[in-house]
């Protein structure tokens, strides 16, 4: 694992195998393994039990690689204790194999890969959860790829209850009753939201704004929580929700929360 992973480091994972055993190459690989040795390593190394994988794929498409993945990010928060923000987003792990929920996004420059949600810190970027989005199974509960369901998990994976720190995402994750239970695990979100959610109050919505002049910005306040809908530019609206803030600053003709 750790060849491996030495070898995705210096981003010489593409290469063909025997070019990492080369004199003009880094003398780690020679000093590690033979060259045979690898082979063969690679030709018996297995994470999963194929007499059981066929029951658990009823209900996890990454039932093969499910327990490798969770015994190494299950390790991830013992490294690092975060800093008062993390982010919450999805990110595409370039990957061109066999699988069938591999996706192809054309705008990322990798374009084929798996999908991962992934939770990780606003300063230096260090992951402190990761899960892979495997697909649609029909024993699966309705709402296991939900957003609230995503964050939940997440959080419970970097270990963050009752830590108090401030939790960024985009609208897939934001809504009004996770930025409620996330408050009731003393921790605080700011995230973009869909405007079409229920939650959010009409006046806020880009309808009531479709003809608003840009630089415009709508306050909205509950006991906890802070809508904000600003006009960047015509016919454009961004609506964000906030447990972090509570008043109507803004800063260079932009609302603070935004900023």
């Given at each position: 694992m750790?060849?491996l992973?030495?070898a995705?480091?210096?981003?010489q994972?593409?290469d063909?195998l025997?070019?990492?055993?080369?004199e003009?190459n880094?003398?780690?690989?020679r000093?590690t393994?033979?060259?045979?040795?690898?082979?063969?390593?690679q030709k018996?190394?297995?994470?999963?039990?194929?007499?059981?994988r066929?029951i658990r794929?009823e209900?996890?498409?990454?039932a093969?690689a499910?327990?490798i993945?969770?015994?190494v990010?299950?390790?991830?928060?013992d490294?690092?204790?975060p800093?008062e923000s993390?982010?919450?987003?999805?990110?595409l792990?370039?990957?061109?194999?066999?699988?069938?929920?591999?996706?192809?996004?054309?705008?990322n420059?990798?374009?084929?890969?798996?999908?991962?949600?992934?939770l990780?810190?606003s300063?230096?970027y260090?992951?402190?959860a990761?899960e892979?989005?495997?697909?649609?199974v029909i024993?699966q509960p309705?709402d296991?790829n939900?957003?609230?369901?995503?964050?939940?998990?997440?959080?419970a994976l970097?270990?963050?209850?009752?830590?108090?720190?401030n939790?960024?995402?985009d609208?897939?994750?934001t809504?009004?009753?996770t930025?409620?239970a996330?408050?009731d695990?003393?921790?605080?979100?700011v995230g973009?939201i869909m405007s079409?959610?229920?939650d959010?109050?009409?006046?806020?919505?880009p309808q009531?704004?479709?003809d608003?002049t840009?630089?415009?910005?709508?306050?909205?306040?509950?006991?906890r929580?802070?809508?904000?809908s600003?006009?960047?530019k015509k016919?454009k609206?961004?609506?964000?929700?906030?447990?972090?803030?509570?008043n109507?600053?803004?800063q260079?003709?932009?609302p603070e929360?935004?900023l």
């Amino acid at each position: 694992m750790g060849f491996l992973i030495t070898a995705g480091a210096y981003k010489q994972n593409k290469d063909p195998l025997i070019d990492l055993f080369s004199e003009e190459n880094l003398p780690i690989y020679r000093a590690t393994f033979s060259h045979s040795r690898v082979q063969l390593l690679q030709k018996c190394m297995r994470f999963d039990d194929q007499a059981t994988r066929g029951i658990r794929k009823e209900y996890d498409n990454f039932a093969a690689a499910r327990d490798i993945w969770e015994r190494v990010t299950s390790k991830f928060p013992d490294f690092l204790a975060p800093s008062e923000s993390v982010v919450i987003d999805e990110e595409l792990i370039t990957f061109h194999g066999r699988c069938k929920f591999r996706l192809y996004i054309p705008t990322n420059p990798g374009k084929y890969g798996i999908q991962a949600n992934v939770l990780c810190d606003s300063e230096n970027y260090y992951c402190f959860a990761a899960e892979p989005y495997a697909g649609k199974v029909i024993n699966q509960p309705k709402d296991y790829n939900s957003g609230p369901a995503v964050v939940k998990h997440l959080v419970a994976l970097a270990k963050l209850h009752n830590s108090g720190r401030n939790i960024t995402m985009d609208r897939k994750f934001t809504s009004l009753p996770t930025a409620n239970a996330l408050l009731d695990q003393n921790l605080t979100v700011v995230g973009t939201i869909m405007s079409n959610r229920k939650d959010v109050p009409p006046e806020l919505r880009p309808q009531s704004l479709k003809d608003a002049t840009p630089g415009t910005i709508r306050f909205a306040f509950r006991d906890r929580e802070t809508f904000v809908s600003y006009v960047p530019k015509k016919k454009k609206v961004v609506t964000v929700l906030s447990t972090q803030h509570h008043n109507m600053q803004v800063q260079n003709d932009k609302p603070e929360i935004i900023l």
